[in-house]
């Protein structure tokens, strides 16, 4: 892929269009959606993106009633637009939740509902051509991708193994979904593509009061915490994933089983079975992943199967968050000692503790330097995160993983959690990101959508 600038405002033109509605009352929106079926109807087209911007320009979350719309790029635009506004007008009549929304409607009343937190995903989620729409339509993202490409400082640049080029051959697609699935390739990969929708974030206005990452996702978090420098964090990111390559030289790196049950049953099957391996990920209260060696983690497999638990060994290239890749521990604690941690901006919650890196740099190295040996306890994180005012939750990066462990973990409380990359690759990563800029407006958070087609 070429990551120099191109027209941007072509890129634009075939993108969604965002409608935005906010009044003082839920009959007040009626009346602007009424008002601008009128519009429609003696509208030439070629003004529909000025009325609208226009729409965008006079929206306000802090209004107590919002409606935004998806606009998709249509042959047969004005008759779409007038049965997206009946539709709207019927939606708002009869569904009486406080929020909603449907396939491309998105509805809220009442004020934020609390604190917005970033989650940056781990190795697993990766996959080629991950933030390639974005890559299209925001130049940050490009110029991230390049600062990337220049810290990965190899003969083949990093975003060569995200957007391959393929030649039609076969079997191609899974010899470069394999190159991307190395560890010393996928960790700083996941984290160009994070930091990357990170800046895209941000030029809507939308910053987080908190962050944390899965396993790798920590280097994410703590870059998006500002405790972190751009060139560090890459350099972090090789480094990281060069080093937990090479774990376990030429003997055994063991590897990795997620297991579906409770935390407590998977504890006592440890336990009870005396297999050699530890509890390594707390994902979600129904899943947690073992980490050891190898025999012993088709041993737990075998023991899973006999009491009816589902097992699944991991693709991974160790026993990750244990004591077998200690020989990967070791130098990243030396590359950890020679870089500057700068001073915290928001709270980052540790897969260690569960709960924020201290602000002291003596301590916080301290827990990222033992955090390749150490289990990752992403619920009490979660948790922590919910008890500290935390309701929004965006995961940052390829796929949606996390979203999914979230909403398992709170799943009787009320909160929001969503991806920006919501289809992992399968639809438009245009689309993807505008659904999540019109859920977060629609719930009240403070969106800056004069940014939408904007170049």
Same mark, same amino acid.
């Given at each position: 892929?070429?990551?120099?600038?191109?027209?941007?405002a072509a890129s634009w033109?075939?993108?969604?269009?965002?409608?935005?509605?906010?009044?003082?009352?839920?009959?007040?929106?009626?009346?602007?959606?009424?008002?601008?079926?009128?519009?429609?109807?003696?509208?030439?087209?070629?003004?529909?993106?000025?009325?609208?911007?226009?729409?965008?320009?006079?929206?306000?979350?802090?209004? $107590?009633?919002?409606?935004?719309?998806?606009?998709?790029?249509?042959?047969?635009?004005?008759?779409?637009?007038?049965?997206?506004?009946?539709?709207?007008?019927?939606?708002?009549?009869?569904?009486?939740?406080?929020?909603?929304?449907?396939?491309?409607?998105?509805?809220?009343?009442?004020?934020?509902?609390?604190?917005?937190?970033?989650?940056?995903?781990?190795?697993?989620?990766?996959?080629?051509?991950?933030?390639?729409?974005?890559?299209?339509?925001?130049?940050?993202?490009?110029?991230?991708?390049?600062?990337?490409?220049?810290?990965?400082?190899?003969?083949?640049?990093?975003?060569?193994?995200?957007?391959?080029?393929?030649?039609?051959?076969?079997?191609?697609?899974?010899?470069?979904?394999?190159?991307?699935?190395?560890?010393?390739? +996928?960790?700083?990969?996941?984290?160009?593509?994070? %930091?990357?929708?990170?800046?895209?974030?941000?030029?809507?206005?939308?910053? $987080?009061?908190?962050?944390?990452?899965?396993?790798?996702?920590?280097?994410?978090?703590?870059?998006? %915490?500002?405790?972190?420098?751009?060139?560090?964090?890459?350099?972090?990111?090789?480094?990281?994933?060069?080093?937990?390559?090479?774990?376990?030289?030429?003997?055994?790196?063991?590897?990795?089983?997620?297991?579906?049950?409770?935390?407590?049953?998977?504890?006592?099957?440890?336990?009870?079975?005396? &297999?050699?391996?530890?509890?390594?990920?707390?994902?979600?209260?129904?899943?947690?992943?073992?980490?050891?060696?190898?025999?012993?983690?088709?041993?737990?497999?075998? &023991?899973?199967?006999?009491?009816?638990?589902?097992?699944?060994?991991?693709? &991974?290239?160790?026993?990750?968050?244990?004591?077998?890749?200690?020989?990967?521990?070791? $130098?990243?604690?030396?590359?950890?000692?020679?870089?500057?941690?700068?001073?915290?901006?928001?709270?980052?919650?540790?897969?260690?503790?569960?709960?924020?890196?201290?602000?002291?740099?003596?301590?916080?190295?301290?827990?990222?330097?033992?955090?390749?040996?150490?289990?990752?306890?992403?619920?009490?994180?979660?948790?922590?995160?919910?008890?500290?005012?935390?309701?929004?939750?965006?995961?940052?990066g390829p796929r949606t &993983?996390?979203?999914?462990?979230?909403?398992?973990?709170?799943?009787?409380?009320?909160?929001?959690?969503?991806?920006?990359?919501?289809?992992?690759?399968?639809?438009?990563?245009?689309?993807? +990101?505008?659904?999540?800029?019109?859920?977060?407006?629609?719930?009240?958070?403070?969106?800056d959508l004069l940014q939408?087609?904007?170049?």
């Amino acid at each position: 892929m070429d990551l120099q600038d191109h027209d941007y405002a072509a890129s634009w033109s075939t993108a969604p269009e965002i409608l935005a509605f906010s009044a003082d009352s839920k009959s007040d929106l009626k009346k602007n959606l009424f008002n601008l079926k009128a519009v429609f109807q003696s509208l030439d087209l070629n003004q529909f993106s000025q009325v609208a911007a226009d729409s965008r320009a006079s929206f306000s979350a802090s209004r $107590p009633y919002r409606l935004l719309i998806i606009i998709e790029p249509s042959d047969n635009l004005h008759e779409n637009l007038l049965d997206v506004i009946e539709k709207a007008a019927e939606d708002l009549e009869s569904n009486e939740a406080s929020c909603w929304s449907t396939k491309n409607m998105f509805f809220g009343e009442s004020g934020c509902p609390g604190k917005l937190a970033f989650a940056f995903p781990g190795q697993g989620s990766q996959y080629t051509f991950m933030g390639h729409d974005l890559a299209h339509y925001f130049p940050e993202v490009r110029r991230c991708l390049a600062a990337a490409d220049q810290a990965f400082n190899r003969s083949e640049k990093l975003t060569q193994f995200i957007f391959p080029n393929l030649t039609g051959k076969d079997n191609e697609k899974v010899l470069v979904e394999e190159k991307l699935r190395s560890t010393d390739i +996928a960790q700083p990969a996941i984290g160009a593509v994070s %930091s990357a929708m990170q800046r895209v974030l941000h030029r809507f206005g939308i910053t $987080p009061a908190a962050a944390c990452g899965h396993s790798y996702g920590e280097l994410s978090a703590l870059y998006a %915490s500002g405790c972190l420098e751009e060139e560090t964090f890459f350099s972090l990111s090789v480094a990281r994933g060069k080093y937990m390559a090479n774990a376990g030289g030429s003997g055994d790196k063991g590897g990795m089983l997620a297991v579906k049950a409770s935390m407590d049953r998977i504890d006592d099957l440890i336990q009870s079975s005396g &297999v050699d391996v530890v509890l390594a990920n707390r994902n979600s209260p129904d899943q947690g992943v073992l980490s050891g060696p190898t025999d012993a983690i088709l041993q737990m497999k075998a &023991v899973c199967k006999d009491n009816k638990i589902r097992a699944t060994v991991l693709p &991974v290239a160790a026993a990750f968050h244990s004591k077998l890749v200690r020989e990967a521990a070791e $130098p990243f604690k030396k590359k950890i000692a020679s870089v500057q941690f700068s001073q915290f901006r928001i709270p980052v919650y540790s897969n260690t503790t569960g709960a924020p890196y201290p602000d002291a740099e003596p301590e916080a190295k301290a827990i990222l330097s033992n955090h390749l040996m150490n289990p990752v306890r992403f619920i009490e994180e979660i948790q922590s995160m919910y008890r500290d005012g935390v309701r929004i939750f965006v995961e940052v990066g390829p796929r949606t &993983v996390l979203t999914g462990l979230i909403k398992a973990i709170l799943k009787d409380r009320d909160i929001y959690a969503m991806a920006l990359d919501a289809s992992s690759g399968r639809r438009s990563g245009i689309t993807d +990101a505008c659904k999540t800029l019109c859920t977060l407006a629609s719930i009240g958070y403070p969106v800056d959508l004069l940014q939408w087609k904007k170049f």
